[in-house]
Every structure is written in C-alpha cells, then in structure tokens.
T-cell receptor, first 115, second 113 residues
C-alpha cells in the first residue's frame, strides 16, 4: 500500500537530548512537510522540502533541523534548543486531490513528550 | 487577525441533525480550499475540496464565496461517526508561498445519540 509512515508513534525524551523523528513515503511525492500541533491550536509549519537536497524553514523552525537526502525520507531532529518540544508532530507530503488541485496528505504522527 | 478563522465550537447536535460550519480567510492570494477531518489524537485526513461551484459528496456539501472570503461545510443527517474536528484549510499560490497550506484551528463536532 502507498502511504506515509512515521515512527515512533510515541517518544519520550529527557530535557537536553536531541531526538530524530522518522518520516517515510512511498507515494513518489516531491514535496514533504513537518508540522507540530499543540492542544487547542492549529497546525504550524516547521520545515518543508520541495525536492531532494533542498529544504526551507517554515514558521517555527527554531530548535529543529531536517535533511532530505532521499525523495522518500524527510527526518526531523528536535534539538535541545527547542524550548517547548512536547507536541504532536505530523509529517505530510504533497499530492493531487481532485480537478488538478494539490494538497497535503499526512502520516499518523509522532507524539513527543519531554520529561 | 488569523489568516484562517473558524468557530472552535464544540457543536453538540443530535443524530440526524443538519449542521453547518463556517470559515473565513484573510489572504486574497488564497487559491485552493479544503476541508479536513481530524479524529481525536489522529492525523488530519482530507474530507473534500471546495470549489466556487460547490462540491457535494454524499451528506457533505462544501461551498466557497470568494467575494466574501468565506467557506462553509454542511453535514446532513449527522451520524455518530461524524464526531470529529473539522479543519478549514487554504492553500496559497505564488513564488513566495510555494503552495503553503494554512490551517484553521478546527471546529469540534459532537454528535449525540
């Protein structure tokens, strides 16, 4: 089946540690995105990548880093510099909806908790 | 002012009711519009696209009014399984936007038996 996978589903981290969240897609989509979602808030864009070996900061990139070495993979590292990392992290890739419109499709998410 | 605004609700309705959600957007560069559904602690999933001519999919109807910068979602004959948060989503075009999606905070629907 084609789709987007994220791992792990739940992640616990101690303060001061860096952690890397995995995102893989086999949809052959060029563009991929990382969002975070906090309770009662909308999705906020962290980083995005339009093509392999290229990525841009989103609205809240501070304390995060990404890489895009392969089309299928877009891992996100949450560094110790991120002041409030506890959140639900969602990866997405861009594909066609209908009538030629493009939109984004999401993976199941990783719930990160900092202890 | 938020770029995409929705009434957060919650909307509590009985089974079989008709319920309507509204959404307004502020950026005139907005070109594509969508409704997503998000179940508790799950990822958002595309429900339907929204066109100026309207879009109907079974019990769901979406409308777009570009002049008023207003989007709506109508759910007829509500089912218990419709209980979720509905996200209004706008896609911006233009070289500086690179197809960025802007998400509303979501409207929560609770359908009661």
């Amino acid at each position: 089946d084609g789709g987007i996978t994220q791992s792990p589903k739940y992640l616990f981290r101690k303060e001061g540690q860096n952690v890397t969240l995995s995102c893989e897609q086999n949809l052959n989509h060029d563009a991929m995105y990382w969002y975070r979602q906090d309770p009662g808030q909308g999705l906020r864009l962290i980083y995005y990548s339009q093509i392999v070996n290229d990525f841009q900061k989103g609205d809240i990139a501070e304390g995060y880093s990404v890489s895009r070495e392969k089309k299928e993979s877009f891992p996100l590292t949450v560094t110790s510099a991120q002041k409030n990392p506890t959140a639900f992290y969602l990866c997405a890739s861009r594909g066609m909806a209908d009538r030629g419109l493009y939109t984004q499709y999401f993976g199941p998410g990783t719930r990160l908790t900092v202890l | 002012r938020k770029e995409v605004e929705q009434d957060p609700g919650p909307f509590n309705v009985p089974e079989g009711a008709t319920v309507a959600f509204n959404c307004t957007y502020s950026n005139s560069a907005s070109q594509s519009f969508f409704w997503y559904r998000q179940d508790c602690r799950k990822e958002p999933k595309l429900l339907m696209s929204v066109y100026s001519s309207g879009n109907e999919d079974g019990r769901f109807t979406a409308q777009l009014n570009r002049a008023s910068q207003y989007i709506s979602l109508l759910i007829r004959d509500s089912k218990l399984s419709d209980s979720a948060t509905y996200l209004c989503v706008v896609r911006l075009y233009g070289s500086s936007n690179t197809g960025k999606l802007i998400f509303g905070q979501g409207t929560t629907l609770q359908v009661k038996p």
